[in-house]
């Protein structure tokens, strides 16, 4: 993972040089007659907790996800995921915003 292309604000956090590990989301999907149930927000909490859970036993700084589009990008971004510099469409989520956001709820 390049570490230059992190949201502005992120870069500094993370050493430069050395490999960083992430977990990534390939993709998550809701069928389209079960859309505004909340199922997408729910397994996204899942997601969440999954990912602390395996950062925890085996590292890493956060949380990627592949957007397939800008509608997509707009979820992901409610939960505080950023773009990357390098592309709007993988969004990055640190592991600190999780353990807040899990924390809140």
Do not use: H, W
Not at 9 to 19: D, E, H, N, T, W
Not at 42 to 56: I, S
Not at 70 to 76: G, H
């Amino acid at each position: 993972m390049d570490m230059e292309a992190l949201p502005e604000g992120l870069v500094q956090r993370y050493p430069v040089g050395l490999p960083a590990y992430a977990i990534l989301l390939a993709r998550l999907a809701v069928c389209l007659e079960r859309q505004g149930e909340r199922i997408g927000r729910a397994v996204m909490v899942e997601v969440m907790q999954m990912a602390l859970t395996a950062a925890d036993v085996v590292g890493g700084i956060g949380l990627f996800v592949e957007a397939k589009d800008k509608k997509a990008a707009a979820f992901y971004k409610k939960f505080g995921f950023k773009e990357l510099t390098s592309n709007p469409y993988t969004l990055f989520l640190p592991l600190e915003t999780i353990r807040e956001a899990l924390s809140a709820t």
